[in-house]
């Protein structure tokens, strides 16, 4: 069978266009480029491939990407996140649009292989959230030299993009979205720190002023969490492996100390480091029984679940996303969202006008792609200044902020690309 | 006779009410000193609170002492109804509250809860109270006294006992320093936020966040929206309360000149018309308008429903009217109490510290009836001293004692330069 969307339910739509309409009305970059892009049509004669969680914000960029000229074929890549009423707004649309919510993981596949085989001819642009259409490329090169470029959005995914350049001479320009100012700093730093103090607050209610908060990590994510916790009345201590991002930390006036330090005291401890095994058993014997234990970086693996399982006698459901742990030592820990991403699974992740922001980035480079291909060498590559600086003034003129240099044209001030080390 | 949605809804609310427990360490020891004191043996209480988790943990309390209890809800947006039944079921008072009912049961409420007779009054926004002296003068003879707990109770009251009309001692918790200077500025600051979170995941950081009011609560909420990263104007009648705002950093300008500028605001004055139809109309479109202050005549609602050419409710507790410029204006949980309406009430913690003080007010009223006049009765000092260091205890935290030379010089005027 096929995973195509296809004749889907009128009241389906209904609700899809209202939600789409919803979303855009927040996200002015991506409608201000849209209406740019439907009258240069960049991408005229181009088949595109998306694989993005299919959210109301990425249905936006969905209609933007078909404003611009292209063929769209697009799949969520996710067993749950795909809304089928969005799905459904964007299928009478003419978008080619394959899964919907709750499918198993290998469906999730047949559902992006499909997507990548929609079009008789190929596809010629790929826009990706996790490498999985790249990889995909990556594995058929030869079958597929009508490709132009290809965009990946994510952290982990532009690490597997890079890996797979070190080894393949991609023909056409892969472009890294995620390491971008205008993307880190909007997304990871400021949309995922509030987002997970959000999740916090809606899993357990608890009152955050002068609690112990002990944030591990102090990357984009770790440093956005830490701001807002202090910001919410946490007496917040950082945890990091980096002499670099210690003193970073220590200078913005947070507390730094090994874990096994700041373990005995925290009220909650949240990981935001991206590695695996940041939590494990020496901490979880020094925590403090009614801990709370939470994750906002990529993986479930930060906090080691199998080492707080060793130490469990019995667990029970005690809010929706708070489980608690009671230890064979009498204490308890409560382990919120399975220890997988609280921000995602007990609040609602990024903001649609976070999303426009990332958007933005992922949806300028593509129609760079197809209308300045000469912009980008062949290869795989991060996002250059100039765009990084055009989206920045962009989100500044839709907040209404003048600066000093918005009168000077763009490319003549500061990039804030040359702040990446910040 | 009570009023609840579903008693088999108590399993799920027991579980909340324990949870709580956990965070409410100063009311737990009273739970256990009520015990064995038994201050509250022959006593009759009427409470109207909102009905939380939180709430009950002070009900625990209070039937602890010996108290027959009788409680409805101060607000019907605010009761959570697993709540309500394990209250009912578990705790053992009679209650009288259902989410969402109209005002007709609302006030059956009130009414249910006054079949108690009570000699005790706790009162959360002083409608029982006004409702008991206007309509059941009858009660009055066994009433030994009240505790009112919110600002605006207070002020409500307070103006009973100006005119005269206030017929039994009240005890006003608000005034405690325990109380405002927490619940109001910390557990209000963060629970509004959270409210309009949960509301309209709208991202804070950079956003023109406008605080009408700049009181306990008004001081909370615009130090947290600082803290999640939003540029805060405050608006303000009171020149003192302007400046503080204006010495802490923040923008100080006219409501009118607010309105144009700010993308969220929210009203916490305790007073009403503080963002007029006018205001409204001067929005920018897609501005998001909320109330964190006690009624909800803060926000000219019925004018901005009656007037809108269009309604659309975008998520839960968020509603859009478009108004005949064009725009679209946001209004959360109609305008009521967005924290308590999007979001949970009060944190476990904060309500701790309000709800320890309200319960040792009861126990003050009934040992020092025979010598208080009707009025409002000053919060003794030892009640706040009481509550503060049970709470330290709770933190682990040790603070220092004044020594011998440092009290006498604070009580000799003969040292000078």
Redesign the interface.
């Known amino acids: 069978m096929s995973w195509l969307v296809s004749d889907p339910d009128e009241d389906l739509v209904q609700r899809g266009r209202a939600a789409l309409a919803l979303a855009r009305s927040q996200m002015p970059l991506l409608d201000g480029i849209q209406r740019e892009a439907a009258e240069s049509r960049p991408l005229a004669g181009h088949r595109l491939v998306g694989c993005v969680h299919l959210t109301k914000e990425t249905g936006v960029l969905v209609q933007l990407l078909v404003a611009s000229g292209a063929e769209v074929a697009w799949t969520g890549g996710d067993e749950v996140s795909t809304q089928d009423e969005v799905a459904a707004a964007l299928a009478v649309e003419g978008v080619r649009v394959f899964g919907r919510r709750g499918m198993t993981t290998a469906e999730v596949g047949e559902a992006a292989a499909e997507a990548f085989g929609a079009f008789s001819d190929g596809p010629t642009m790929i826009l990706d959230n996790g490498a999985h259409l790249i990889e995909m490329a990556a594995a058929s090169l030869d079958r597929h030299p009508q490709l132009r470029g290809a965009t990946e959005k994510t952290s982990e995914g532009s690490r597997r993009v890079r890996e797979l350049g070190a080894t393949i001479d991609f023909p056409f320009p892969v472009v890294s979205v995620n390491d971008v100012v205008t993307k880190w700093e909007v997304d990871n730093t400021y949309g995922t720190g509030q987002s997970t103090l959000d999740g916090i607050l809606r899993a357990t209610g608890m009152f955050l002023a002068g609690k112990r908060f002990v944030v591990c990590g102090f990357g984009h994510v770790g440093r956005g969490v830490a701001l807002r916790a202090r910001g919410m009345g946490a007496r917040v201590v950082v945890v990091c492996r980096s002499a670099k991002t210690a003193v970073r930390a220590r200078l913005a006036g947070f507390e730094v100390l090994p874990l096994e330090s700041a373990a005995r005291t925290a009220d909650i401890v949240c990981t935001a480091t991206g590695r695996p095994d940041v939590v494990t058993a020496e901490h979880l014997d020094l925590l403090p029984s009614g801990a709370v234990l939470c994750n906002t970086g990529h993986s479930t693996a930060e906090i080691n679940l199998a080492d707080l399982q060793a130490r469990t006698v019995s667990t029970e459901q005690v809010r929706p996303h708070v489980r608690r742990h009671r230890l064979d030592d009498g204490r308890y820990l409560d382990l919120l969202s399975g220890g997988g991403l609280v921000n995602l699974d007990a609040a609602e992740g990024n903001p649609s006008e976070v999303m426009d922001v990332t958007f933005a980035n992922q949806a300028l480079v593509t129609l760079g792609l197809g209308g300045r291909p000469d912009r980008y060498a062949a290869g795989v590559q991060d996002v250059d200044a100039a765009q990084d600086e055009d989206v920045a003034r962009r989100k500044l003129a839709a907040m209404g902020v003048r600066f000093d240099g918005s009168d000077q044209p763009a490319g003549t001030t500061r990039g804030v690309g040359e702040d990446k080390s910040a | 006779m009570s009023m609840v949605r579903d008693l088999s809804l108590a399993d799920v609310g027991q579980?909340?009410v324990d949870?709580a427990a956990?965070?409410m360490p100063v009311l737990s020891a009273l739970v256990e000193r009520f015990s064995e004191s038994k201050p509250f043996i022959g006593q009759r209480i009427a409470a109207c609170l909102h009905v939380t988790t939180e709430t009950a943990n002070m009900c625990r309390a209070l039937v602890a002492g010996g108290a027959e209890l009788a409680l409805c809800a101060s607000n019907p947006l605010s009761t959570k109804d697993d709540v309500a039944a394990t209250i009912q079921r578990d705790i053992g008072a009679e209650v009288f509250a259902i989410y969402g009912c109209d005002r007709e049961t609302f006030y059956q409420q009130v009414q249910g809860v006054l079949a108690i007779r009570p000699t005790i009054v706790v009162d959360d926004g002083a409608d029982l109270t006004t409702t008991i002296h206007n309509d059941y003068p009858q009660l009055l003879d066994e009433i030994i006294g009240g505790t009112e707990v919110t600002s605006t109770g207070v002020l409500r009251i307070r103006n009973m006992a100006t005119d005269g009309a206030l017929r039994y001692p009240v005890l006003p918790t608000n005034d405690a320093a325990t109380k405002h200077l927490f619940d109001n500025r910390?557990?209000t600051?963060?629970n509004t936020?959270?409210g309009i979170?949960?509301a309209t995941?709208?991202?804070?950081?950079?956003s023109v966040f406008v605080v009408v009011g700049y009181g306990w609560c008004g001081r909370g909420v615009a130090?947290?929206a600082?803290?999640?990263?939003a540029k805060v104007v405050v608006t303000e009648v009171d020149p003192i309360r302007a400046l503080e705002a204006k010495l802490d950093g923040l923008d100080v300008m006219t409501m009118d000149q607010a309105a144009a500028v700010g993308d969220i605001f929210v009203t916490v004055t305790g007073n009403r018309d503080a963002i007029t139809y006018a205001h409204l109309q001067q929005m920018k479109d897609?501005a998001v308008v909320c109330n964190s202050g006690h009624f909800d005549v803060e926000i000219a609602v019925s004018e901005l429903q009656a007037n809108a050419t269009a309604r659309r409710e975008?998520r839960p507790n968020c509603v859009e009217y478009k108004l005949s410029n064009g725009r679209g204006v946001i209004l959360l949980a109609e305008g009521r109490l967005v924290g308590q309406s999007a979001?949970?009430a009060h944190?476990?913690?904060?309500m701790d510290m309000t709800f320890a003080t309200q319960a040792l007010g009861v126990q003050y009223l009934i040992e020092n009836a025979a010598r208080l006049e009707p009025g409002i009765v000053p919060i003794p000092r030892s009640i706040e001293n009481d509550v503060a260091s049970a709470k330290l205890r709770a933190?682990g935290i040790q603070i220092d004692e004044l020594s011998a030379g440092q009290q006498q010089y604070l009580t000799d005027w003969r040292v000078g330069t």
């Open positions: 579980l909340k949870f956990r965070r910390y557990g600051g963060q936020i959270d979170l949960r995941n709208v991202l804070l950081a950079g130090m947290r600082r803290g999640m990263g897609g975008l979001a949970e944190p476990a913690e904060v933190y």
